[in-house]
């Protein structure tokens, strides 16, 4: 009997198996990854892990046995090429059909790359998987090398702090005039830029580059727009991920940027459901749809899918929030601070406990919190949905 099928074996497609099961959900469910591991926790990938303090094995989100236990068909490997709205089947890579009642596609996304010359050659890395930071940390072996991260955002900051505390050259280059440009304020890339800089990172802000330097297709540097090359042995290149949606939009689901769902994660076929950081969904704290990368986000969607499916009433919508660890900064963000037209300073810049408040027309609409938990907490019970 078809059941149902979940789409990618990650964080949101794990919680719907879960969730389905925990809400009485006695039907087949189909789980299907298209990597090699059962479901894994990722912000472990550009912390602990890179840094060695946790194994491949601790980031699973369940132990090896816990799907078979729980009636749930876990397949690893399996990846999902082509979906038929008409029949309601999948088709897998191999060739096998799967037949499903309900399909909830949870394949997340994929790092984005860079196209201009070089970007395929050895020594360019990028940070997505397990295997990912496999083959970085292979290449990091060997003594200290010069690292090179393309992006100033969450994850190649994480990546440069994890890899000057072993001891690497790193440099940040990063085409806007600030870290952390597309998701925080000045206050906030401020810090960031202090903390890494006095940590013996170099920063170049404002740098677009128009190749990868390479000999015998092997990373040798970057050059930059201005004709300036900078040497390195390798190259993590962090800048964003795109959704994984091309099965479903190419069977003609409607996915603009990321599957557009509703507030049930119902796409434009209401067979089909999305979660996770390949959804558009309309989260009640953003004027608009919005896709977040973030793991309370791909749980909160999950459960509200799943109970979509057994007609269940769906959980109260939570405040969206991330974390984000490099070295002794430990950045707490809730809220969506998207259109902010003031921000409020609590505590002090300069190395201490420190929080910046976002207020839309006099709303408090997010709050990034740096080592001030009390005031996360505090502001994640200001902070309402819009129009509330
Ligand atoms: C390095 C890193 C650090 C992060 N740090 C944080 C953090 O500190 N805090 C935080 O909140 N969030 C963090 N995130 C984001 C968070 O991990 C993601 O938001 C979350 O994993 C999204 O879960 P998901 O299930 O939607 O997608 P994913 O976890 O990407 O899972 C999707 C799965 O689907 C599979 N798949 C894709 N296409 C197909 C297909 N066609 N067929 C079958 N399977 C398919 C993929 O291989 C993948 O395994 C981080 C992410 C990364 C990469």
């Not at 020594?123 to 083959?135: N, W």
């Not at 609590?346 to 005031?375: K, S, W």
Request: aromatic share 6%; net charge neutral.
């Amino acid at each position: 009997m078809a059941g149902t099928i979940i789409v990618g074996a990650g964080q949101a497609g794990a919680q719907v198996a879960i969730s389905l099961r925990q809400g009485g959900y006695r039907d087949p469910i189909l789980l299907l990854g298209a990597e090699a591991y059962p479901p894994y926790e990722r912000p472990p990938l550009s912390k602990e892990l890179l840094a060695g303090k946790r194994q491949t094995e601790q980031l699973a989100l369940r132990k090896p046995d816990f799907y078979t236990a729980q009636g749930i068909t876990l397949r690893t490997g399996a990846r999902v090429t082509g979906v038929d709205r008409a029949a309601k089947t999948v088709l897998l890579a191999d060739g096998e059909v799967a037949a499903f009642h309900q399909l909830v596609w949870a394949a997340g996304g994929r790092a984005r790359r860079l196209t201009c010359p070089g970007a395929d050659a050895a020594g360019v890395h990028v940070i997505r998987t397990i295997d990912d930071v496999a083959a970085l940390s292979n290449d990091l072996t060997g003594g200290r090398r010069r690292v090179i991260v393309i992006g100033g955002g969450y994850i190649g900051l994480e990546a440069a702090a994890v890899l000057r505390e072993q001891g690497h050259a790193v440099t940040i280059v990063e085409a806007q005039d600030r870290l952390l440009a597309r998701v925080t304020a000045p206050p906030i890339s401020d810090i960031y830029r202090q903390a890494h800089h006095a940590k013996g990172v170099l920063i170049r802000l404002g740098t677009t580059l128009s190749a990868m330097t390479t000999q015998n297709d092997r990373i040798t540097g970057l050059r930059l727009a201005d004709g300036e090359e900078i040497p390195a042995d390798l190259i993590i290149v962090g800048i964003g991920i795109q959704p994984n949606i091309e099965p479903l939009a190419d069977a003609g689901v409607e996915c603009p940027n990321g599957v557009r769902v509703d507030a049930a994660c119902r796409s434009s076929d209401p067979d089909i459901l999305a979660v996770g950081d390949c959804a558009l969904f309309p989260n009640p704290y953003a004027v608009d749809p919005v896709r977040l990368e973030s793991v309370p986000n791909a749980v909160e969607q999950a459960r509200i899918a799943a109970a979509s499916i057994l007609g269940t009433p769906a959980p109260a919508p939570a405040i969206p929030w991330f974390w984000s660890n490099q070295y002794n900064l430990r950045l707490q963000s809730a809220g969506l601070n998207r259109d902010w037209d003031r921000l409020e300073p609590v505590g002090n810049p300069d190395g201490g406990p420190f929080a910046l408040r976002y207020f839309r027309q006099d709303r408090l609409i997010a709050v990034d919190c740096i080592n001030m938990t009390a005031e996360f907490n505090q502001a994640k019970r200001e902070i309402l949905p819009v129009g509330c």
